[in-house]
Nanobody, 122 residues
Framework: QVQLVESGGGLVQAGGSLRLSCAAS????????MGWFRQAPGKEREFVAA????????YYADSVKGRFTISRDNAKETVYLQMNSLKPEDTAVYYC???????????????WGQGTQVTVSS
């Protein structure tokens, strides 16, 4: 089992920045690929970003490419999502997730956090 706890969400004006954190505990964090997803009200959950166990490879949804950066610190068992140039359409609950193998689809992830709310005002 891997337990994931997100933090760092909040209310920010358009154009602002937030950094989300996801602290992991349980099984060896460094063995898992990590991802961030989000779900806006009335919409399906969507992929945001993913990072390999080593941090050597990242992948982003087109909607966030160039604005968001995913990173990880295996010593701290934490994955981050730096979000810059935020837009109102980025408003959603953001979830981190862990996968045994490289994955970008939500169904391929094994463990999920409870989410943190991000609200971007116009």
């Amino acid at each position: 089992q891997v337990q994931l706890v997100e933090s760092g969400g909040g209310l920010v004006q358009a154009g602002g920045s937030l950094r989300l954190s996801c602290a992991a505990s349980g099984r060896t964090f460094s063995r898992y690929a990590m991802g961030w997803f989000r779900q806006a009200p009335g919409k399906e959950r969507e992929f945001v970003a993913a990072i390999t166990w080593s941090g050597g490879r990242t992948y982003y949804a087109d909607s966030v490419k160039g604005r968001f950066t995913i990173s990880r610190d295996n010593a701290k068992e934490t994955v981050y999502l730096q979000m810059n140039s935020l837009k109102p359409e980025d408003t959603a609950v953001y979830y981190c997730a862990a996968a045994r193998l490289w994955a970008v689809r939500g169904t391929e992830y094994d463990y999920w956090g409870q989410g943190t709310q991000v609200t971007v005002s116009s």
